[in-house]
């Protein structure tokens, strides 16, 4: 039932390109692994080996801390409708933030969220597709509209403040990488 591949083949990144949600695993050297869900288009299969996903910002910063400590990343896909599979991208990342040189454009490709704080671009080696025979099905409604509205009626000191005060270190005291503006 399982398979394991070296790239992301065309059909791999039609299915990608067709899941609402994604979850995203990392973990440093020491302290706590995170599991985290995505939503809201911020990912872009940008090649066979190579995958980015912009970050909104929220209440904790694991995954930041996380790859600066450790590069490793694992990305999950479940197909909720249609036929069971679970997909999974194996890589390390790198942490890009607002003003990086390849902020700009990775960006614009990974959907241009409003208050993105992080962008991770993976470089992949390894896929896995498995059978995902109990993963429950699902009806997908709609995207919430929830992080992009908090964000829009912020200016970006606002945001860029809200960011230092709570996302510059996870929850086991580790820093995030993100930049401080003073």
Known sequence: MGASYDRI???IKSFIEEQQMFFVATAAREGRVNVSPKGLDCLRVLGPNRVAWANGTGSTNETAAHVLDSPRMTLMFCAFEGQPK????YGNARTLHEGDDDWDELHALCGSLSGARNIFD??????????????PLYEFQEQRTLLPSWTSKRSAETLRAYREEKNQFNIDGLPTGLPISR
Do not use: A
């Open 9 to 11: 083949s065309e059909d």
């Open 86 to 89: 679970i997909l999974r991208v």
């Open 122 to 135: 993976i470089t992949v080696d390894l896929v896995t597709s498995t059978c995902g025979f109990g993963v």
